[in-house]
């Protein structure tokens, strides 16, 4: 079992930037990739970025390459979520979970899920 907890929500202005952090406990061997999702209401989750093992491997979606970025230290058994330019358009409860495949892209291919976190952008 692993255990996710996400941290760094907030309300922030359009075009600023915000940082989630996720640490794991429990089952860290930190053999497995880490990533964001986000739901906001009345939508379904969508895939955001994840990142490799290593932390070499990173994927993002389209919709935040280039705004946001992906890192883990494994020492910590934390990944972050550093976004910045934030649109309202980026406004959604933030999730982190863990998956033992390869370059997950789907909700269903990760196993364990924190709370999540809730991001607001406005002007």
């Known amino acids: 079992q692993v255990q996710l907890v996400e941290s760094g929500g907030g309300l922030v202005q359009i075009g600023g930037s915000l940082r989630l952090s996720c640490v794991a406990s429990?089952?860290?061997?930190?053999?497995?990739?880490m990533g964001w999702f986000r739901q906001a209401p009345g939508k379904e989750r969508e895939f955001v970025a994840t990142?490799?093992?290593?932390?070499?491997?990173?994927y993002y979606a389209d919709s935040v390459k280039g705004r946001f970025t992906i890192s883990r230290d494994n020492a910590k058994n934390t990944v972050y979520l550093q976004m910045n330019s934030l649109k309202p358009e980026d406004t959604a409860v933030y999730y982190c979970?863990?998956?033992?495949?390869?370059?997950?892209?789907?909700?269903?291919?990760?196993?364990?899920w924190g709370q999540g976190t809730q991001v607001t952008v406005s002007s």
């Open positions: 979970a863990t998956s033992y495949r390869a370059i997950p892209r789907r909700p269903n291919e990760y196993n364990y």
């Open positions: 429990g089952r860290t061997d930190s053999n497995y990739y």
């Open positions: 990142i490799s093992k290593s932390g070499v491997g990173t």
